[in-house]
């Protein structure tokens, strides 16, 4: 990031993949993207995971997920995920985890979501990433792989909420102490 960031004020902002990224593996078979944001000071991804999933807006989509996909998820949940004590959480399952890294797939294996935390103790700072992607659906008869029109209609939203995703997390993580 550029001199832009300041603490508390950090932009989110579209970047690509970085080279060991977990998600990488979905970048040239669909669709891929990427956002990032910096925070002060030096955030496990444990913290991270766990702050993302808990903000309020997540637990937004948690609440639809809970009514409509009969997938509940609690913030107790979120915590264990964040710590490698549990291979699902809410509609997604844990198909990669490593100390900075966490690769999810949702229930139908069609899209992915991905959260790296890599902090620079040189600059006592941490960069959030968040990711995802969608691998398109086989038409009828072996035809070509498609996203479908809900894709497209859908990618707009979809890169919005993103940032507003990584964006309350990263507050999240700012307000809470010893992060």
Known sequence: MSGAAKVGRSAVLPCALPQASLLRRYKDV???????????????????????????????????????????????????????????????????????????????GRTRSWLMADSAAATGSTRLYFGSAVVPRQSRAAGPLKMGSAFHALLGFHRLYSRLLLKAASARLMRVPGS
């Open 30 to 108: 669909g669709y891929a993207d990427c956002y990032t944001t910096e925070v002060a000071g030096v955030v496990s991804q444990a913290a991270f995971v766990e702050a993302f999933y808990t903000t309020g807006l997540f637990k937004i989509e948690r609440a639809i997920l809970k009514w409509f996909a009969r997938r509940p998820a609690t913030d107790l949940d979120a915590k264990q995920l964040s710590v490698g004590a549990v291979a699902a959480f809410a509609a997604w399952r844990v198909e990669a985890q490593s100390a900075e890294q966490l690769l999810l797939a949702d229930l139908t």
